[in-house]
């Protein structure tokens, strides 16, 4: 990058704080997700459908439904606050404030988006390899420590320092 990134002046932020960040937001999706499995297997069941895909089907409905609604929670905090409510609770945040729309949501797309897939029998293999990499990545990735989703939004995560 030619001298003057936005976040030049800012620390980033380190792997475990990102990492405790993701798993605060997990722990709530994934209250979101049972309540929703629990709710979509009874519906199933109801209709006669429960033992569609091997009795896969609500899981599968569940992943997509709870998948897609974190990317699009990822996508609305970070364009609204610049963080998450993990990463509010982590005290980091996303640089450079201010970032389009449509930048945050090619990050949300790349990750939190492959949760989507978690559902579906070997796919969920490739989503959980997908989700794995970017975190690596994170680590490898020095001094700037990001991923490909930061790298496609031309974000860094960062402490916040205010």
């Known amino acids: 990058m030619a001298g003057t990134a936005p976040w030049q002046d800012t620390r980033p932020a380190e792997w475990w704080e990102r990492l405790a960040a993701r798993l605060i937001e997990a722990l709530v999706f994934g209250v979101f997700y049972y309540i929703l499995f629990i709710v979509l297997w009874g519906f199933f069941r109801t209709v006669g459908m429960s033992e569609v895909f091997g009795g896969r089907l609500p899981g599968v409905f569940a ?19 610049g963080r998450t409510f993990g990463k509010a609770i982590m005290r980091i945040r996303l640089a450079p404030a201010g970032l389009p729309p449509r930048a945050l949501l090619k990050r949300a797309l790349v990750y939190p988006a492959p949760v989507m ?7 969920n293999l490739l989503a959980g390899m997908l989700l ?3 975190g690596l990545l994170i680590l490898i990735d020095k001094p700037l420590e990001r991923g490909p989703h930061d790298r496609l939004a031309g974000t860094r995560v960062v402490k916040d320092l205010r």
Do not use: E, K
């Open 132 to 134: 794995f990499g970017v």
């Open 117 to 123: 897939l978690m559902g579906i029998p070997v796919v």
């Open 63 to 81: 992943w997509l439904a709870a998948g897609l609604g974190y990317a699009v929670y990822d996508w609305r905090a970070h364009s609204r606050h």
